[in-house]
Nanobody
Framework: VQLQASGGGTVQAGGSLRLSCAASGRNFGSYPMAWFRQAPGTERLFVSRISNNGGRTYYADAVKGRFTISRDNAKNTLYLQMNSLKPEDTAIYFC??????????????????WGRGTQVTVSS
């Protein structure tokens, strides 16, 4: 599985961005996917996860109600719509795929494929 995230940029607080993650390789609709983010000097943190068919979604408390994860299996693409952005949302955002089962889903260890990341900067 190869993943490529895009859509990052610089936006003012209160603004919106939509991230995309294009996938190739293994059947896209067969595995769950997630977004994580990492600010400088900090660990990689869970943002959101979506099941293989999009039927179940999970969010970190910090983004619940502001971010929406979705996927289009026909287009092999994962999305993250981010609204009401705050300066504390500034980070590199990574998409990830889980073709393994076992580790807690909100930890990086639950995902065995990662994209390179896209920078999101929110100015105050």
């Amino acid at each position: 599985v190869q993943l490529q995230a895009s859509g990052g940029g610089t936006v003012q607080a209160g603004g919106s961005l939509r991230l995309s993650c294009a996938a190739s390789g293994r059947n896209f609709g067969s595995y769950p996917m997630a977004w994580f983010r990492q600010a400088p000097g900090t660990e990689r943190l869970f943002v959101s996860r979506i099941s293989n068919n999009g039927g179940r979604t999970y969010y970190a408390d910090a983004v619940k109600g502001r971010f929406t994860i979705s996927r289009d299996n026909a287009k092999n693409t994962l999305y993250l719509q981010m609204n009401s952005l705050k300066p504390e949302d500034t980070a590199i955002y990574f998409c990830a795929a889980a073709t393994i089962v076992g580790p807690e889903i909100r930890t990086p260890q639950a995902y065995n494929y990662w994209g390179r990341g896209t920078q999101v900067t929110v100015s105050s």
